[in-house]
């Protein structure tokens, strides 16, 4: 039995959205003969008051309850130390996985002096991604210095680390030109994520007053790092045309000034009734979204943190939606032409309103063989390969 410390991105048990970690853990337990110590965060800001259940092993702490995310890492900075230090203590840990910052920093330090491999799961780029819950741009660049110093930190003191995408491992590689990096995309659950009548759908939400309409569906992180300025005033046009379209946006937001900002753009453009936004849901409910829907949309900005695989476009892809995102290279290098993409608003225009048309198809096949090839069973054996690897290298050196 291998033992895996698992030092997550945030609480895995009572964070709003599903990550990665949440489906990968999963099927490696499903799959292989391994036991997930899980750090918990219990009374980060960002926690709901339901749990997932997952069949980890949790590693709790008694955690001050900050209301700012970046104050509640430093402030349980000791209770960290010494939560992971008894368990470095008490069990036999093989391997130590970590997804954080302060948190990874504290790992690393404790897994150097009991001589444990570590990987570290570069799941996003961390400097924007911390510096973007800031609207001050002295506060900016403070975080997003000090979130970069850490984070070199943890990518040259671990033995290997996970990226998602390419272009986050051209970064890694330009920190440290020797470091062992290996790129294990997002990947979709093909169990649950399947195509549903659109009618079914909505029928099962109680919204069947949507069926005549053009549905455009967000989910997921709702932050700075996206782009629906340009999203609203292309609704607007369209509305114009003669189109009865609406957007449904799903998700939690960091930053909570981002979200009054998306409302009060979208009444100043006048199309605030045309405007939905939901709480997050799970994964179980989240799929009749999805097929209610007739276009997933994807509006990235032009950042480093957004050159990724996310969740949303494999998901979108296995229920048989058409998904419109922000061009950039590595979805392009990925999808091809399975997706839409967009680099302005005319161009996201002519998408929505050609596929409204029936003028925008795309292969079932090509849909399938992606849908296929990112499938979480094959996301964990990939995951479970580089753990061995990275254990059996640390023993010989």
């Known amino acids: 039995m291998l033992n895996v410390l698992l030092v997550p991105v945030n609480d895995l048990l009572t964070h709003p959205i599903e990550t990665r970690f949440t489906s990968i853990a999963k099927k490696m337990v499903e799959k292989f ?12 800001p960002t926690s709901l008051n339901v749990e997932r259940k997952l069949a980890f092993k949790s590693v709790a702490f008694k955690d001050f309850k900050i209301g700012n995310l970046g104050c509640y890492y430093i402030a349980n900075t000791v209770p960290i130390f010494s939560v992971l230090l008894n368990q470095l203590k008490k069990e036999n840990i093989d391997v130590i996985v970590h997804a954080n910052i302060l948190p990874s920093s504290i790992a690393v330090k404790l897994g150097e002096i009991f001589h444990k491999p570590l990987i570290y799961d570069f ?6 991604s911390a510096a973007s819950y800031f609207r001050a741009d002295f506060l900016k660049s403070l975080t997003y210095s000090l979130t970069f110093k850490l984070t070199e930190f943890n990518i040259k003191h671990s033995d290997a680390v996970v990226t998602v995408t390419n272009a986050h491992k051209e970064k890694i590689k330009e920190l440290d030109p020797f470091k062992f990096v290996k790129v294990i995309p997002n990947g979709v659950d093909t169990d649950l994520f399947r195509p549903i009548p659109k009618s079914e759908a909505l029928k099962k939400l109680n919204m069947e007053e949507f069926e005549e309409k053009t549905i455009l569906i967000y989910y997921g992180s709702i932050d700075p790092w996206l782009d629906f300025s340009a999203v ?9 045309k003669g189109l009865d379209i609406v957007l449904f946006i799903i998700g939690f937001c960091h930053s909570k000034y981002y979200l009054e900002e998306l409302k009060e753009a979208a009444e100043s453009i006048g199309i605030g009734k045309r405007l939905f936004i939901f709480d997050p849901v799970p994964q179980n409910r989240l799929i009749y979204y999805i097929n209610a829907s007739d276009i997933t949309l994807v509006p990235y900005k032009l950042t480093l943190k957004n050159q990724a695989v996310p969740l949303k476009i494999l998901e979108s892809l296995a229920c048989g939606k058409f998904v419109c995102v922000t061009r950039l290279s590595e979805i392009i290098w990925r999808f091809g032409d399975v997706v839409g993409t967009y680099s302005s608003e005319e161009e996201l225009e002519h998408s929505l309103w050609k596929y409204t048309k029936g003028e925008v198809q795309v292969s079932g096949d090509k849909i399938k063989k992606i849908v296929k090839e990112y499938s979480w069973d094959n996301i964990a ?17």
């Open 33 to 44: 003969n391994v036991n997930i110590f899980l750090l918990r965060y219990r009374n980060i």
């Open 123 to 128: 799941q996003d780029y961390f400097p924007e």
């Open 232 to 240: 609203l005033r292309v609704m607007k046009r369209l509305v114009n």
């Open 381 to 397: 054996s990939s995951y479970w390969d580089l753990i061995n690897k990275t254990i059996n290298e640390h023993r010989v050196m």
